[in-house]
């Protein structure tokens, strides 16, 4: 095993605000400003390093499948079934530069604010076409396992899934900072594992739920704002007590 690091190596990750390039915040770093100033201080400026968590193999499986799904019907141009189970006058859009808006370590989609001379940018599950409004539609494909039925309002409501509407806000934001003409509706299309078989057949079920979810990017010009002066401090925020992170790094000092 490799030896552990306590800070990061790569100068890009880390704020310099004595410099004029423009700095790259993530759609996940974006989340972790709103989450927790003190902890997103200590990571993008002083180069504090998270420990690393191994990838959701399995999520990143039913995303890749789903991908190759949607292509097929985006390639004739067709809508999905799911498209017509909901009396949707969508097909899967089409665009030259969709595979590199979904890689959000090599590509992504992304614009400069002016304001604060940051790049926000993150990478795409889906985008779908609104033939009646002439707009693009965002989706995102969720897989999970849960023993309780998804409707709407569960899934909306869930503490846990605050992060995934947020989201949403912010690749809408920045479809629209694209010149892109973008639905407020948007789409989590939620793969559920069932676990009701009564044995495995070398196969999960999986039973999928359309979920609309209207945003709301009102907030995000503000929040940037806000982000570039924290990023400006020249020392950390104040310890948010509603953060684990924060409370495991005091703990931690106590020993």
Not at 87 to 103: A, E, G, I, M, S
Not at 135 to 156: E, M, T
Not at 203 to 227: A, G
């Amino acid at each position: 095993m490799k030896e552990a690091v306590s800070f990061r190596i790569r100068k890009s990750s880390i704020y310099d605000k004595k410099s004029n390039s423009p700095f790259k915040i993530s759609r996940s770093k974006f989340f972790n400003f709103l989450s927790c100033k003190r902890c997103f201080y200590l990571d993008r400026v002083k180069g504090l390093k998270e420990p690393s968590m191994p990838g959701w193999a399995l999520n990143i499986a039913v995303d890749e499948l789903l991908k190759k799904e949607f292509d097929l019907y985006r390639k004739e141009q067709k809508p999905h079934p799911v498209m017509l189970k909901h009396n949707l006058n969508f097909v899967p859009y089409q665009h030259k530069d969709l595979d590199t808006w979904r890689n959000s370590l090599k590509g992504g989609i992304s614009y400069l604010d002016e304001k604060t001379n940051l790049i926000i940018h993150g990478g795409i599950d889906d985008l779908w076409f609104d033939l009646n409004e002439k707009k693009i539609v965002v989706v995102d494909y969720k897989a999970q396992s849960s023993n309780y039925p998804v409707s709407v309002s569960s899934y909306l409501d869930a503490e846990w899934h605050l992060s995934y509407k947020l989201q949403m806000d912010i690749y809408v934001h920045i479809l629209r900072k694209m010149n892109f003409e973008v639905s407020d509706k948007t789409y989590f299309y939620v793969c559920n594992g069932e676990k009701t078989n009564d044995k495995f057949n070398n196969k999960i079920d999986f039973k999928t739920t359309l979920i609309p979810y209207c945003v709301d990017t009102s907030w995000i010009e503000r929040q940037l704002l806000e982000m570039k002066d924290v990023l400006n401090l020249d020392e950390p925020p104040k310890i948010e007590k509603t953060c684990e992170k924060c409370a495991y790094l005091e703990g931690g000092k106590k020993f």
